[in-house]
């Protein structure tokens, strides 16, 4: 497994700002992915980063309003921009380790929009 | 397009009384599936994966199960500790993502 770092872990916001979450990994990967789980929901992928390249994002998810910076193999950011109580949710970061695809989890960051 | 249905949405156990946790699927070529543990305001907590039907894998108190339409996550003798929800997701040969589930949160009383 992997130990996967977010920060913060949680926040409030005011409707109109932007909120950069991070998220560490302590080993290099390839590729990490950023969910979205709106409350009583469950997760979906918002994008994915590959280093040095554009992220990929999801039908639904654009990148002026979820910009991604994927400056190294071990490092990610997420930004929400011009937040609405609609953007209230958890947002985890998540990496694919070894051959068989398993997926883990940061321990995800949980942002309510007032 | 995957589908992933969860049942039942929640359920409540006394400790020490046994169950099941369904997990229905439909894919296009199954290349794993997935059981999460998420405890609340967390991120999910990667349990099991399984490959192909007939296969089990179990994890102290946990059993999950495989057959070609579902999945089934067995508790056996629960403990409060084991309240969460419980997650599945499938990756098939023609996607790139998981398809999560929504999950069944589940209660376990003293």
């Known amino acids: 497994s992997a130990v996967i770092s977010q920060k913060p872990s949680r926040d409030i916001c005011q409707r109109g700002t932007s909120l950069t979450i991070q998220c560490q990994v302590d080993?290099?990967?390839?590729?990490m992915f950023w969910y979205r789980q709106q409350p009583g929901q469950s997760l979906t992928l918002i994008a994915t980063?590959?280093?040095?390249?554009?992220?990929?994002?999801e039908s639904g998810f654009v990148i002026d309003k979820f910009p991604i910076s994927r400056p190294n193999l071990t490092f990610s950011t997420l930004t929400v921009s011009n937040m609405s109580p609609e953007d209230s949710s958890i947002y985890l970061c998540s990496v694919v380790l070894g051959f068989n695809e398993k997926l883990f989890f940061g321990s995800g960051t949980q942002l309510s929009v007032l | 397009e995957d589908q992933v249905t969860q049942s039942p949405e929640a359920l409540r156990l006394q400790e020490g009384e046994s169950s099941s946790l369904n997990c229905s699927y439909t894919v296009s070529g199954l290349r794993g599936l997935f059981w999460y543990r998420q405890d609340p305001g967390k991120g999910p907590e990667f349990l099991f994966t399984l490959y192909s039907a007939g296969e089990e894998k179990e994890k102290e108190r946990l059993k999950a199960t495989l057959t070609k339409k579902e999945s089934f996550l067995h508790i056996t003798a629960p403990k409060p500790e084991d309240s969460a929800t419980y997650l599945c997701a499938v990756l098939s040969g023609s996607a790139r993502q998981l398809t999560f589930g929504s999950g069944t949160q589940l209660t376990v009383l003293p």
């Open positions: 980063a590959n280093q040095g390249s554009e992220a990929t994002y």
């Open positions: 080993s290099q990967v390839t590729m």
